[in-house]
Nanobody, 120 residues
Framework: QVRLVESGGGLVQTGDSLRLTCTAS????????AAWFRQAAGQEREFVAT?????????HYAGSVKGRFTISRDDAKSAVYLQMNNLGPEDTARYFC????????????WGQGAQVTVSS
């Protein structure tokens, strides 16, 4: 069992940066692929970025964040990060950390989320 906790959200202005942190308060990220998703008010949850456990930490990004967001991990600290640069109002959402992806792309463990609000 892995319990994930997100932190680092907040209210920022357009063009600002934020770094979200996801830590495993119980269990560990070791051996698990990890990802960030987001859900804006009234919309479905959408994929943001993922990082693999193997292959040197291969990363993939949604087109809407590629070049602005960077996902990384520190398995010694059992943490996954999402560095978000050049934020815009379209990035306003609740951001969720997830871990342990199965063959169908579904994630077993989820955090409660962290709110990111970007004012124009």
């Amino acid at each position: 069992q892995v319990r994930l906790v997100e932190s680092g959200g907040g209210l920022v202005q357009t063009g600002d940066s934020l770094r979200l942190t996801c830590t495993a308060s119980e269990g560990t990220f070791r051996n698990y692929d990890a990802a960030w998703f987001r859900q804006a008010a009234g919309q479905e949850r959408e994929f943001v970025a993922t990082i693999s456990w193997t292959d040197g930490g291969t990363t993939h990004y949604a087109g809407s964040v590629k070049g602005r967001f960077t996902i990384s991990r520190d398995d010694a600290k059992s943490a996954v990060y999402l560095q978000m640069n050049n934020l815009g109002p379209e990035d306003t959402a609740r951001y969720f950390c997830a871990a342990d992806r199965d063959a169908l792309g579904r994630y077993t463990f989820w955090g409660q989320g962290a709110q990111v609000t970007v004012s124009s």
